[in-house]
């Protein structure tokens, strides 16, 4: 093929955990070679939509094929389902020309590799650390598998990491942080705590923090809390205390990790990739449905002493009151776990992905 322009689709709709890292590919992808067509395929209501486009990148809908859960009616309307998505999938991959699909798991991701099966060479990228059916299936049919860790269950998988956005393997997280915490209207120098849930927050979390907002006041420690754009959470300020910040969502999330001393989250794959790539310590709360991959995407930072995890049962406001206020006015503590954080984390993931594609591509 030699250096004729590159036609790149990328398959990691539905939410930010697998769109993030397409996009990161995307970016890397065209720091090597500009002239690269990048093309990501989406569905009409996911995340993608906000997301996509806000990169620069086209995004081409198609037909989602959500697996059921439970035998029932939709299980029976599913090869149909899978029929007309794998159709309009050939179509756009005919339309661009496209030399490579790389997928990264998720309902998009599916009829993306039976679209691309004897056609296009495929890439599959896992980052839990329990890969999805979706991935499973497109890893029998791939050129090459990676994976974020070890053990994801893929069969040959080379674990690579995560590829996450420059934004966030270039931060200084020092040398912007007074700047940070001047966009958040933080206090520059006060303990502070960052809390987020997500792309649509997280109750438990809300509830804890919220209860907790004099006791973290008292102590001299400020808030910056995402709580979701369908949530809410009221806070009473404690008169000449640092203020604790409620938003409904991060948008510039390199800003958010550069005003914190350490973070309270859930452990999906792209936050806990994000937050050891940045060296923030954190308490991860993970969430406790699904198959228990966010408990597992946590060790490999706890084990390193980077993290610890509080069971989303036991997160209350009394447990951020014992555990988590001592640990946000340790710096000591906290500077330990941000340079093991750091150590455990993968900064040149999108790089070292970006080149096993082109190579696919036999570019």
Known sequence: MGMRRLSVVVAGGGTAGHIEPALALADAVR????????????????LENRLVPARGYPLELIPPVPMPRKPNADLLKLPMKVRESVHQTRDVLDKV???VVVGFG???????????RGRVPIVVHEANARAGLANKVGAKLATRVL??????????????????????TRLDRWKLR?????HFGLHPHAPTILVFGGSQGAQTLNTAFSGAAQALGRAGIGVLHAHGPKNSVAVQQVMGAPI?????????????????????CRSGAMTVAEVSAVGLPAVFVPLPHGNGEQALNAQPVVNA????????AELTPQRVVDEIIPMALDAQRLQMMSQATMGSGHR????????????????
């Open 147 to 168: 994976s974020a860790t070890p053990d994801s269950g893929l069969s040959g998988a080379q674990p690579i990491g995560i590829p996450l956005r420059e934004s966030i």
């Open 31 to 46: 720091r090597v070679r500009p002239d690269a067509q990048i093309t990501a395929l989406g569905t009409e209501r996911g």
């Open 106 to 116: 998720g309902y998009v991701s599916l009829p993306a590799y039976l679209a691309a």
């Open 348 to 363: 040149e993931a999108d790089q070292v992905l970006a080149r096993i594609v082109m190579e696919v591509a036999g570019q």
């Open 244 to 264: 604790y910040r409620t938003v409904p969502y991060l948008e510039q999330m390199d800003l958010a990790y550069a005003a914190a001393d350490m973070v309270v």
């Open 97 to 99: 020309g496209a030399h």
């Open 305 to 312: 002493g980077g993290a610890r995890v509080v069971s989303d």
């Open 178 to 182: 007074m700047q940070a915490r001047q």
